[in-house]
């Protein structure tokens, strides 16, 4: 055991020791580096898709900004059924009409 640790009887000296945790700042430094940038952005197919944004918590939901339209007048029942169908399509909103 000694002669592993002495530097003048040949062995590779104390600095052995040091080599698992060298390797061990290398694999956390990748890990790191991958964390902040790849995986962080869901991996390299979607770099080029643009940013992509949380919805905002003050957003109406889209079956709200239907019903608000509607309402107002800027669109007929006709337009506002026909896109409800595909809000609910889209969105899985349950059947039409309400009914449970």
Avoid: N
């Avoid at 104390?14 to 945790?21: D, K, Q, S, T, Y």
């Avoid at 991996?43 to 109406?60: E, L, S, V």
């Amino acid at each position: 055991m000694f002669e592993l640790a002495d530097p003048w009887s040949g062995g590779p000296g104390p600095w052995i020791l040091f080599v698992p945790a060298f390797w061990a700042l290398v694999v956390f430094g990748v890990v790191t580096l991958l964390r902040r940038t790849v995986w962080r952005h869901g991996g390299p197919g979607r770099q080029f898709r643009g940013p992509q944004y949380p919805a905002r918590a003050d957003t109406p939901a889209p079956l709200a900004v239907l019903g608000r339209r509607f309402a107002a007048g800027e669109i007929d029942e006709e337009e506002y059924w026909r896109r409800l169908s595909v809000l609910e399509e889209h969105f899985a909103a349950g059947p039409k009409g309400g009914a449970a």
